[in-house]
């Protein structure tokens, strides 16, 4: 307990070596934990250092004192189920914040990414101001124990707020509205109405910073729109750009001027101050580069996307899901800003000299990276008829794939181009009110129209040819497939290869190097690599490479079985075509001649699925063995509304047959039930019955026995007893048998013919008859001699029962 109690009076004592970061999973809070990290890296350092030093003489004084409080970082988490972040000492709850705050030396507070953050921002500024109306100021001569000066015992706050408190400040010169702000024309600024609450924020930390300067130092970011990584505000563009949406949205003309910062510029500022804090109230966080919105998204298009864009009133901004009111607000934003301090003082050293537009391909990169959007290149081989267009398509839509196919690459290329013509005939602008001319000249030096009218020639070129209706040689199909295979899309996305190429000379043909270039390698080729590997994509196009072949295998009576099975319309082949494109196929395909030879030498070796039942039309085992290959499919845009919707059908169905389970289930019990109260019903009838007719038996063979105790024991016993009762005698069981030997001294008081009184009548006419032969005197009988009368009884009546 004691432990337990001084380790929760650490946590509660103030320390100049503890830092906090607000919402460390945040966008921005994963960055400023990366470079604060550092802190505690060179404090690791210098602590072994100076533990590797040899303690001798008066240095042995040292260690009888204390160790030093140790740097550490704490923080807040936006999901509650993050419990532990590399590098951070603790996790800090909302209810404990403002009090962890206060014992922290130094706090990084992030207001720009989220609102909620404003009133914790404004309670911890309040209770600055009530402890430091408490203390005593501390003068700057003051020296501490080390010899360093008081300025080392200072307060930190840095307060990471938004351009945004800017966006209607009024031009520095009517004459020149293009005059960019600079960190001193801070008093100026206006925010836009949203951001209100961070301006109140703002002013009342650049309140503190100047009345309390002796005690804490203050200072705010106001930060551009952030971009890099895993992208926050540029997101939805980013995505889009990636998943080649046909026409990118530009809010309004897109002339307006967005001040930038790379997150890990942002972060690198934050890390500078804390490690130099300079004497500034406010420092602008923005790019040199002046980059308009339209400049952002056309890049993006043009480099990674479909190249096409669309002009949408400012308005219909809100009708788009994906952009809410704070992306609005920061894409709609006007403002010209210029940095000083950063560049002129601090020093900074950029993440790259680069624009924004000559970064988007690192940039799309790193997104890729972090976003975990990893493109599929899928072949798929196989004899005729086999089921590879059922197959290939089913990967297309399980994970969000290209479809390529030499039959129908010409007509989807054809179409691509017809909506591309019409939608340049149209124009960008074409949903925008009337423009003036000075609009028009704003779009014009914005697009480099040389190279879009080559591209258009090109279109207009092609699209002719696919349109004539003449057909396609082979050579001009294979540069169509390759031409598909190398677009933004396929490239993005990734692609699934219907039955192509079909011999080794159109392997070579369709991934030789030509004049492009890996773009997408040239981090792998930094790497090491083994001596064998070295000229191994020598002569191929890397980018281009599949990374599965899929090649199903089935017998010539398997597929002509498949055949005659399939419904008779008019894509169903003959017999003869069947077996000719069979034959082609089987002579090509030797082990010799197989273009799984090409492909084996680039050490991609085929995934081989043998095709063996008729009953699988939708080709489900086949997917499924490929689907173990590939592994999990990416998450993003499109493909996520296909898995959230398969999801929550599946969960629909689950329900639904959770529920039919259920009410079988109660149904089964409500009849089992039933059964049960009628058989309990039944045997409680026949338990009824069963006990009467037992009652019944029971008392029938009791009658003769109750009958002969009722009529020969309980007369003369019932007398002996009342006898006992009313005499009480000392021994009642020896008084009975005496009292019933002596009303029955010859011992027939228990045969079944005993009958007391008639004993007692049977002894007086004994006597009598004794009496009467001693006088010998004889008695007439009173009938007269002639009448003959002979009694015969129906039963033997006994001497002892006569009477």
Known sequence: ???????????????????????????????????????????????????????????????????????????????????????????????????????????????????????????????????????????????????????????????VSTVMTWAVTKPLDPDTPDMPFIETDFRKRKPHPNYKMHYDVENEVIGIARKYKKQIGAVVVASGLTYGGREDVLFFWFQKAWECERLLPILGRGSNVIPLINVQDLAQIVYNLVS???????????????????????????????????????????????????????????????????????????????????????????????????????????????????????????????????????????????????????????????STAE????????????????????????????????????????????????????????????????????????????????????????????????DLYNNVLKKMLPEIVVTLEATDEFICEKAMRQPEDDSRLDEETILKRLSEFRAGDTRDTTMLNFFDELDIHPLVIHVKEHADYGMKAAFASVTLRMGRPCRYGKLIAQIEEAEKKEKQELETLQAKEAKAMKELEKKMQEEREEKMEYWSELYALMREEEEAALAAASEPLRNYLVNNIFPTLTTALLEVAKLRPDDPIDFLAEYLFKINPTGKMLEPGYNLQAEKLLGKIKILDDALKDLDIKIEPLLPPEVDFEFKPKKKINSMSAL
């Not at 020093?347 to 690192?362: A, K, M, R, Y």
């Not at 690459?409 to 181009?417: G, I, S, T």
């Open 1 to 159: 307990m004691s432990s337990e109690k001084s380790s929760s009076n650490l946590q509660q004592q103030f320390s100049f070596k503890r830092y906090f970061i607000n919402n460390l999973d945040s966008y921005h809070g994963e960055y400023f934990l990366k470079e604060i990290s550092k802190v505690l890296e060179q404090s690791a350092t210098s602590s072994n250092k100076q533990s590797s030093q040899t303690v001798i003489g008066e240095d042995m004084e040292s260690l009888s004192q204390p160790p030093e409080q140790p740097y550490e970082i704490i923080g807040t988490v936006i999901d509650p189920k993050v419990k532990s972040v590399d590098n951070v000492a603790r996790i800090v709850s909302r209810a404990d914040c403002l009090s962890q705050m206060l014992a922290c030396g130094t706090v990084v507070f992030d207001i720009s990414y989220s609102k909620d953050e404003l009133k914790l921002a404004m309670d911890y500024v309040k209770l600055l101001k009530d402890l430091f109306e408490k203390q005593t100021p501390v003068h700057a001569t003051d020296s501490n124990d080390d010899g360093k000066p008081s300025e080392y015992k200072k307060r930190y706050l840095i307060l």
């Open 439 to 534: 609009d028009d000249d704003i779009v014009a030096n914005d697009v480099d129209e040389e190279d879009d009218n080559i591209i258009q020639d090109e279109a207009k070129l092609t699209h002719a040819i696919l349109n004539s209706g003449r057909d396609l040689t082979d050579e001009e199909i294979l540069t169509y497939v390759r031409r598909r295979l190398l677009s933004n899309e396929a490239l993005n996305r990734g692609w699934v290869l219907d039955g192509f190429p079909i011999n080794l000379a159109q392997c070579s043909t369709l991934f030789e190097k030509g004049d492009e270039q890996d773009a997408e390698g040239e981090e792998e080729n930094e790497e090491d690599q083994f001596d064998e590997d070295i």
């Open 276 to 434: 130099d804090f300079p004497k500034k109230l406010y420092i602008l966080a923005v790019e040199q580069t002046i980059t308009k919105q339209r400049e952002i998204i056309k890049s993006l298009g043009r480099i990674v996307g479909s190249g096409m864009f669309k002009c949408i009133p400012q308005e219909d901004g809100f009708l788009i899901p994906d952009i809410d009111q704070r992306i609005f607000d920061f894409m709609t934003l006007n403002l010209n800003m210029e940095p000083t301090f950063i560049v002129e003082t601090m020093g900074l050293q950029w993440t790259s000299e680069l624009s924004f537009q000559e970064n988007v391909p690192i940039l799309m990169k790193r997104f890729k990276k972090e976003r975990g959007l990893k493109p599929f290149k899928v072949i798929v081989h196989g004899p005729p008829i086999v089921g590879k267009t059922t197959l290939s398509k089913l990967i297309c839509e399980a994970y969000g794939l290209v479809y390529v196919s030499a039959e129908t690459v010409a007509q989807d290329l054809l179409e691509d181009l017809t909506w591309r013509i019409k939608h340049w005939e149209v124009g960008e602008t074409a949903e925008l009110d009337q």
